[in-house]
């Protein structure tokens, strides 16, 4: 699976933007997909994820400003952020968890940056 995000880049606080992850190759028996943000370069921390049965779990301090969704007739998964604050501001990874008879896997994107400006 390879997972392609975009839709970064620099924003004022309280304003929106829309991230987008286009997933290929083998994306049958993909169960969640979701988005992390890293700011200190070492841990991602979870911001949104969602199952291929449309549950959504949110970070706690996204709750109520950030909406997953998923097309999966385009393979995409997206992330409306709005109300943006300058904490907001991390490197942003597309996630994918799959599960296959031979165990789980997950695959990573190549990160987006988010930088919100006060």
């Known amino acids: 699976v390879q997972l392609q995000a975009s839709g970064g880049g620099l924003v004022q606080a309280g304003g929106s933007l829309r991230l987008d992850c286009a997933a290929s190759g083998s994306t049958s028996n993909i169960d969640v997909m979701g988005w992390y943000r890293q700011t200190d370069g070492k841990n991602r921390y979870l911001v949104a994820t969602m199952s291929t049965k449309g549950r959504e779990i949110y970070g706690g301090s996204v709750k109520g400003r950030f909406t997953i969704s998923r097309d999966n007739a385009k393979n995409t998964l997206y992330l409306q952020m709005n109300t943006l604050k300058p904490e907001d501001t991390a490197v942003y990874y597309c996630?994918?968890?799959?599960?296959?008879?031979?165990?789980?896997?997950?695959?990573w994107g190549q990160g987006t940056l988010v930088t919100v400006s006060s």
């Open positions: 996630n994918a968890f799959k599960t296959t008879t031979g165990g789980a896997y997950n695959y």
